[in-house]
């Protein structure tokens, strides 16, 4: 039995602690690049239509002209 508990004192528990740390950064990281991703996505999606706004407005320019 004490064998069992300083295994779990020095080895499992250690062990746990660290898994948890890691998989706590990794979902930290992932939330992070998603959220990056959506605002680069929605800043190109708005670049697009800004875009297309512009050149609709110069044909409408240029056909009244």
């Known amino acids: 039995m004490r064998k069992q508990r ?3 004192a020095m080895v499992q ?3 746990t602690t660290e898994r948890y740390r890691v998989e706590t ?3 930290a990281r992932k939330f ?3 959220t990056e991703a959506a605002g680069a ?3 190109t999606k708005a ?3 800004a875009g297309a706004d ?3 407005a110069t044909g ?3 056909a009244d002209a």
Do not use: C, I
Request: no cysteine.
């Open 54 to 56: 512009v050149v609709k």
């Open 13 to 15: 528990k250690p062990r």
């Open 32 to 34: 992070q690049l998603e």
């Open 6 to 8: 300083e295994l779990e």
């Open 41 to 43: 996505a929605s800043a």
């Open 25 to 27: 950064l990794a979902n």
């Open 60 to 62: 409408l320019a240029e």
């Open 47 to 49: 670049t697009g239509f």
